[in-house]
C-alpha cells in the first residue's frame, strides 16, 4: 500500500528532527534556516508529485546542500 503524503510528513517530522518543515507555495530547500518549504497537496494524485518534491527537498537537506541557486549548479 503506498504512504499517503500527510504519512510520509509525519515520518519525515519523526525521523529528521533538525531539520524544520513548513507549508508554503513552492517547495525548497533553505540551508541557513534549516527549512524544507512544501505545499499540500489538493488531491490524492497530487500527494504523489508532492511526496516525490518533498523527497527532493529532503535529499537537499540530508546532502547538507548549501551554495546553489538551482539543482543544476549540483
Known amino acids: 500500500m503506498a504512504t499517503s503524503f500527510k504519512e510520509l510528513l509525519s515520518i519525515i517530522q519523526a525521523v529528521n528532527p533538525d531539520i524544520k518543515l513548513i507549508i508554503s507555495d513552492h517547495f525548497s530547500w533553505d540551508p541557513k534556516s534549516k527549512v ?11 500527494g504523489h508529485r508532492h ?7 529532503l535529499a537537499h537537506a540530508k546532502l547538507m546542500h548549501s551554495d546553489y541557486r538551482s539543482d543544476i549548479e549540483l
Not at 36 to 46: D, I, Q, R, T
Not at 51 to 57: A, G, I, P, V
Open 36 to 46: 524544507v518549504s512544501y505545499s499540500l497537496p489538493e488531491s490524492k494524485e497530487a
Open 51 to 57: 511526496s516525490s518534491k518533498l523527497l527532493h527537498e
